[in-house]
């Protein structure tokens, strides 16, 4: 996209108003498919790709500099960091408690099914987190090559 295209993008008042109608939609679907993703279609891939889009909308239509203020790249890349550790902490906590890296039922023997729904339940965290944020930090590289150009 050319700077002029970008810069009448940023200034069309219906886009500006429309994105902002959906954006918080759009992250509140993405956190139906994360949360429904256990009984459902969807779950923590597709929920960090739908939430990753409404911040990639959001910066397209406001400008990549506004969107690294409302999501800062640093903290981009914790959260990178922290979805895989979430999804890795839950292999090994199954794995300390003596059954093989995410048998989830280790998590609450009593009640197997606990352990299940809980288990996935904190592996899809995991996966949406990294996913979203992975998705978001390839954007802002992309983009800021394209204002650097």
Partial sequence: MSKKNAMRMRENL???????????FI???????QFHGDFGPG??????????????LYGLI???????????????????????????GTGFACWG???????????????PMHGQHWGILAVEAGVGITVASTILMIYYMFAKRGIEA
């Fill in 62 to 88: 406001f400008g990549v500099a506004d969107a690294e203020k409302v999501a800062p790249p640093k903290v981009v890349e914790i959260c990178m960091a922290a979805g895989l550790m979430i999804y890795v």
């Fill in 27 to 33: 992250f509140l679907f993405a956190f139906y498919v």
């Fill in 43 to 56: 779950g923590g891939f597709q929920a960090g790709v739908i939430f990753a889009a409404g911040f990639v």
């Fill in 97 to 111: 408690l003596g059954r093989n890296f995410l048998d989830y039922d280790a998590l609450t023997p009593a009640h």
């Fill in 14 to 24: 219906i886009l500006r108003l429309v994105s902002r109608l959906f954006i918080p």
